[in-house]
């Protein structure tokens, strides 16, 4: 199995990986909080650290790109100040942003943080979450369709910002399927039955939930097994991977099923583990990789980046020596 698991790692090397969805700028303020506002009943920060990084779809190309593979993101985000820093995020990250539609009419996703004394005192968003236009949506799939002609593996990227809606999500899904590349789906609540025909589908515990109206005991395999059922009837898809925090992971085709466990970790940070499971299932999904492996993979690879504080990619190294161990038990 070592030599097996070194010959995927290589494998990964060079997968062309197109992310279509929602990308944005994570923005950090980082200080102290010594005193109370005389204006209002607020803690004032003194801040002496910024921060910028690639969150969303650019998430989950920094891990695409972590593991050796060429990421192309392709989104809609506005002509703006903000969009200023995503390019420059884009090009200090070593990525490209070809397949990005700059429009006059929307804002770039930026989610600004403050943190005092280590704690999250507030979050400003900047954003339009309204569906793209007719025009913004016929430039995006005009990219789509380019970029997917080089493509290995295809992912969407849904965090109900109005870059994938109702009426091109279909669109995408079929251009996929008929040049033959995988669709694998980060979905979240509004759209969550428009991705019928996807390859293989990822909901968290929270989204089955929601998505389907249905009560899940993550603790109770035939549970899963009813609702994934159920999934899989709505959406035709042919793999679905519920990720179910301290309970692992449980993956489901018509051929195969495994209920994996969660591996015990110091958790420092949850934010941006599910970017990094979509990440490495569809590189493994490129590369036809078994399904237990698939889910194994994508399960260790989300419990490594809790580990760090804040939104970090993972590391292929210490990924492919715990998977290595971890066969050997």
Known sequence: M??????????FQGLKVLIVG???????????????SPEAPVPVVDADN???????????????????????????????????????????AGLTDRAIVYSQKRKTTTKTRIIGNNKQIV????????????????????????????????????YNKGVLHGLNIPK???KARKAG??????PKKQNFEAYKGCTLFKPNLKEIREGMGID????????????????????ENEISLLTLSEHGVYIHSK?????????????????????????VAAMCLAMKTPLRLLAELSNLAGGLVCEHTGVVPVNPANLLQEAKALTLK
């Open 123 to 158: 979050r400003i968003d900047h954003e339009i979450t309204s569906d793209l236009d007719a025009l913004d949506t016929y430039y995006l799939e005009e990219h789509y369709t380019r970029e997917l002609e080089q493509a290995d593996v295809v992912i969407m990227e849904d």
């Open 216 to 235: 899940i005991n993550p603790a109770d395999t035939e549970s899963l097994i009813a609702a994934v059922s159920k999934l899989e009837e709505r959406l």
């Open 2 to 11: 070592s030599q097996e698991l070194d010959q995927l790692f290589s494998g």
């Open 255 to 279: 051929h195969e099923s495994h209920r994996l466990p969660a591996h015990i970790r110091n958790i420092a940070d949850v934010s941006g583990a599910g970017d990094t499971v979509i990440s």
């Open 172 to 174: 995408l899904i079929d």
């Open 22 to 36: 929602d990308v944005m700028v994570d923005k950090y303020i980082f200080g102290r909080v010594n005193r109370m």
């Open 181 to 186: 590349v995988p669709v694998v789906v980060d």
């Open 50 to 92: 910024f921060d910028a990084r690639l969150g969303g779809a650019g998430n989950v190309a920094l891990n695409v790109h972590a593991m050796g593979g060429i990421p192309i993101l392709c989104s809609v985000i506005g002509k703006d100040a903000e969009a200023d820093d995503l390019r420059e995020l884009i090009r200090k």
